[in-house]
């Protein structure tokens, strides 16, 4: 990773008092710089699989291995990825005026305009492109192909803009709320607003992943009724192909690829947030709150396979993987392409945009979620300065998306499988999290000097005994929705997904311990694969079926030792211990139908027991 960011920000506030109203505005500007490269296999990566060693290298019979075809050199699949090191840039302005008018001495109204801009990327040498699905292809074009589908350039004849979506200018975001005393100790408070995501959100569409930057050049596949082409000491025998940046021939190197594009019309996504709550306050240290908080997510980005077969389509049966004529065959140049043969699968030439192997659309705005929550907490202080916190929240998180980077999350997420029909995606969000209960505490043993027993202790007892804290939190949180896919996909969709049938009025639940259903987390014979050329009917999480949910408690002890009372220094000692029963977070089950460990945890996703000490000198 070669990487350097670089932030200018200039901001400022002016606040005007006025009778009952406080006024404020402001301004913000920022400039943020992205200098960067990235490649995770600067030498290649490469896949070694046992049919060349196998007794019969055309008909295979699992007789071979993949270590002993990796010692002859002979790989079967890998490629290498070249980035190009770009300069992208976002320019973020914004504008503010927020007034609270105190209306009563117990009401409080809050009102505010937000106008921001979050800009779209631009690159210092322009090096951007976007997918134009309304202009035939232009290098089909010079064939005397009419074949819609056509990469184009920022900053160009086909677009002024330097951004590879167009800007959005009408970004207005109010807030609103209120503050209302309904007794001395008991307050409503309830506030709405609108907030914009950021565009480095939809990462996809960043200059370091664009097409024009980044580029993999796949080996040449292991021919088996003959001699191998690729070998491990020369696997690209045709050179390592350079991103083509804005070179005029950058339509011929990408044509044939599957590639992942922009659309310049892409909505901008937002957020719509409101909350209510009432806060009550007992005696002198005791405070009870209960509130109701929601969220709804409209254009949230995802990234959208737009060149996946229609389904109409998937009628056709087999007829969709026999070979045809290739209409595209001696045009398309790109090492590995599968448009590179005289015969073509049927499938891929009804794909929208044949002369692709997959257009997604990055970070496409079509996505939305709806999310409510109801939210009790109640806290507890004392005259000794300790405190005690309970938190509960019970919610539910609704949404045809999840994270646009499913491989940083442990588990994974529910991912698209029918492109064409986003609607069908819609369900319990694959972070779901229906009840998260927190306590948190800090609290001093009564015991020592100053407190409550032994409280003319000797020195010797006040050392060992004496004078002593705990701290601790303790989380306990159901579970995430599982997510199901399949061993093999059949569908012949081209880009699509595939997930299990469900077989109808099957109990899907396995009653037990955790521990007890290690081996089956849940009733496997309720799956089933769907039928070749069709999608599964299982959604995109299941609504009953959750991985293990989280309970653990942390605890540490703490001790001052007074060393120069009269300067208020003192040394500290902790003792800390995470998770300090010793409570095992298994890890998600398997949830691929059709394999063989389908429902079986194999794993454990909380770390053990761990114990640390600590002294800290204060002063």
């Known amino acids: 990773i070669l990487a350097r960011y670089d932030n200018y920000r200039a901001a400022g506030t002016v606040t005007h008092f006025a009778g009952k109203h406080t006024v404020k505005f402001g301004a913000e500007f920022l400039r943020m710089l992205h200098n960067y490269t990235q490649t995770n296999t600067p030498s290649g990566i490469f896949t070694f699989n046992p ?349 045809n998306t999840d994270t646009i980077t499913t491989w940083l999350e442990s588990g994974g997420s529910g991912g698209i499988q029918n492109h064409n029909n986003l609607s069908g995606e819609k369900s319990l969000a694959s972070f779901d999290t229906p009840d998260r209960l927190i306590v948190s505490y800090v609290l001093d043993v009564p015991v020592g000097k100053g407190r409550k027993y032994l409280a003319n202790s000797n020195p010797l007892v006040q050392a060992a005994i004496g004078g002593w804290g705990v701290q601790g939190t303790t989380t306990v949180q159901a579970g995430f929705p599982l997510h199901f896919g399949t061993n093999s996909n059949q569908t012949n969709s081209q880009g699509g997904g595939s997930r299990p049938n469900v077989v109808s009025g099957c109990n899907k639940s396995v009653s037990g311990s955790a521990q007890s259903r290690l081996g089956m987390w849940f009733n496997t014979a309720c799956f089933t694969a769907p039928p070749a050329f069709t999608y599964g009917n299982e959604g995109r999480t299941d609504p009953n079926l959750r991985s293990p949910g989280i309970a653990q408690w942390d605890f540490a002890a703490v001790k001052n030792f007074p060393i120069a009372p009269e300067a208020r220094a003192y040394v500290q000692f902790r003792a800390e211990f995470f998770n300090i029963f010793n409570r095992v977070q298994f890890n998600y089950p398997n949830q691929t139908q059709g394999n063989a460990a389908f429902g079986q945890i194999t794993g454990q996703q909380s770390l053990p027991r761990l114990v640390q000490f600590a002294l800290r000198l204060n002063f």
């Open 51 to 399: 049919d060349l060693t196998a007794a019969n290298a055309i008909s295979t019979s699992g007789s071979g291995a993949g270590l002993a075809t990796f010692l002859l050199g002979y790989p079967s699949s890998g490629s290498i990825s070249t980035p190009a090191l770009v300069a992208g840039q976002q320019l973020y302005p914004a504008v503010f005026i927020n007034d609270d008018w105190h209306i009563t001495p117990k009401l409080t109204l809050n009102i505010g305009l937000r106008w921001e801009h979050s800009g779209p990327w631009t690159e210092r040498f322009d090096r951007l492109s976007y997918f134009d699905p309304t202009r035939p292809n232009a290098v089909l074009a010079a064939k005397g192909m009419n074949v819609l589908g056509n990469i184009a350039l920022v900053n160009s004849a086909d677009n002024n803009y330097r951004s590879n979506i167009y800007p959005n200018w009408g970004q207005l975001a109010p807030r609103t709320g209120f503050a209302y005393q309904i007794t001395p100790k008991t307050v409503f408070r309830g506030g709405y607003g609108i907030f914009w995501l950021p565009n480095d959100v939809a990462w996809d569409y960043s200059p370091n992943n664009d097409p024009l930057n980044t580029l993999s050049t796949p080996i040449i596949p292991t021919v088996y009724t003959g001699i191998p082409v690729a070998n491990i000491s020369n696997p690209f025998p045709n050179g390592v192909a350079q991103p083509p940046g804005r070179s005029p021939d950058y339509q011929q190197i990408l044509l044939g690829r599957g590639l992942t594009e922009s659309q310049v019309a892409n909505p901008y996504g937002y957020a719509q947030q409101w909350n209510a709550d009432i806060q009550r306050q007992f005696g002198s240290g005791f405070m009870l709150e209960v509130a109701y908080g929601g969220a709804k997510g409209t254009h949230l980005p995802v990234t959208r396979q737009v060149d996946t077969l229609p389904d109409q389509f998937l009628s056709l049966g087999t007829q969709l993987t026999q070979n045809v004529a290739n209409p595209f065959y001696g045009t398309v140049t790109a090492v590995g392409s599968t448009l590179l043969q005289p015969t073509v699968s049927r499938g891929q030439l009804l794909r929208p945009y044949p002369q692709f192997t997959g257009i997604g659309f990055a970070g496409a705005g079509i996505a939305n979620s709806t999310y409510e929550s109801l939210q009790v907490s109640a806290n507890k202080r004392f005259t000794n300065g300790s405190s005690l916190a309970v938190a509960y929240t019970h919610a539910k998180l609704i949404a």
